[in-house]
């Protein structure tokens, strides 16, 4: 179930996601993705989010930062998630408020030297409404 670090009433898990047993996730009560969903392709997004992110009770919370670029300018990973991507996975299922959208590019002059013309960042507060 991968590494485990405890901190009074917070505990982080760092591991593979997809190996997580529904347990581990069964009261969990909030999340922070800041780069899982953009590191992995569209089909394991949705497997991602059908699966891994599936198995959270209702009331958890989270965050969810994103990138936003041409994704035909650049191969991933990181991938290029938009807001539409976004909710079409966690929506019906998560309440979703986008919280902020910032032009990053000409703080991230590596992603400027790959040939990227648009770089976002975004970041979502997410919050579980139902169970599928």
């Known amino acids: 179930q991968g590494t485990h670090h405890v901190a009074g009433p917070i505990e982080l898990s760092c591991g593979d ?3 997580l047993a529904a347990v581990v996730l069964a009261d ?3 999340m922070y993705d800041r780069a899982a969903l953009i590191a992995l392709p569209p089909e394991l997004r949705a497997r991602y989010a059908s699966g891994v992110l599936a198995q959270l009770p209702v009331g958890c919370r989270g965050l969810l930062v994103t990138l936003e670029y041409p994704q035909a300018q650049m191969a991933g990973p990181p991938f290029s998630v938009a ?3 976004v909710q079409q996975l966690y ?3 998560w309440q979703i408020q986008r919280l902020e959208r910032r032009d990053i590019l000409p703080h991230e002059p590596g992603f400027a030297a790959r040939g990227l013309s648009a770089l976002s960042t975004v970041v979502y ?3 579980r409404t139902a169970r599928p």
């Open 91 to 93: 929506a019906p299922h």
């Open 83 to 85: 807001e539409p991507e």
């Open 17 to 19: 996601a997809f190996g």
């Open 125 to 127: 507060q997410l919050e």
């Open 28 to 30: 969990c009560a909030g």
